[in-house]
């Protein structure tokens, strides 16, 4: 359950002039499917099992950010920082990870990811789901 309602999320997305600060915001569960948070700063949020389907992510900082279980389907994620994020069981199908940087970010075999993206070129590393903690 996420900390932030859905109409304190749309007014701080939908009102702000600029990118919206989320930095550590616990969003766990939140159902964020197509909102803009291009630019968002993100770090360290926990966004565990979020409902990010078709999310603008794009340019956001989500270094250090729990998105363990997250749905990321179709989210735009161009240039979005992921340096350290949890990435366990998270569905990235289909998202747009271009120039995204995900190094020492972390993935198990439950996470899937785009079509021919390699999580290991890009700097993430794989993690065992059991030393996962």
């Known amino acids: 359950m996420s900390e932030f309602t859905q109409r304190d999320i749309y007014l701080l997305?939908?009102?702000?002039n600029g990118p919206v600060w989320l930095a550590r915001a616990n969003?766990?569960?939140?159902?964020?499917?197509?909102v803009n948070l291009e630019g968002a700063d993100l770090?360290?949020?926990?966004?565990?099992?979020?409902e990010l389907?078709?999310?603008?992510?794009?340019g956001a900082n989500l270094d250090r950010a729990n998105l363990e279980g997250?749905?990321?389907?179709?989210?735009?994620?161009?240039?979005?920082?992921?340096?350290?994020a949890k990435l366990n069981r998270a569905n990235l199908?289909?998202?747009?990870?271009?120039?995204?940087?995900l190094g020492n970010a972390h993935y198990n075999s439950?996470?899937?990811?785009?079509?021919?993206?390699?999580?290991?070129?890009?700097?993430?590393f794989f993690v065992d789901v059991n030393e996962w903690t």
């Open 13 to 16: 997305v939908n009102l702000s």
């Open 27 to 34: 969003l766990e569960g939140a159902h964020l499917l197509r």
């Open 43 to 50: 770090e360290g949020a926990n966004l565990r099992g979020a």
């Open 53 to 58: 389907m078709s999310a603008n992510l794009a």
């Open 70 to 84: 997250a749905n990321l389907v179709g989210a735009k994620l161009e240039g979005a920082k992921l340096i350290g």
């Open 93 to 101: 199908a289909g998202a747009n990870l271009s120039n995204a940087t």
């Open 110 to 124: 439950e996470t899937i990811w785009p079509k021919n993206f390699d999580p290991d070129e890009a700097g993430a």
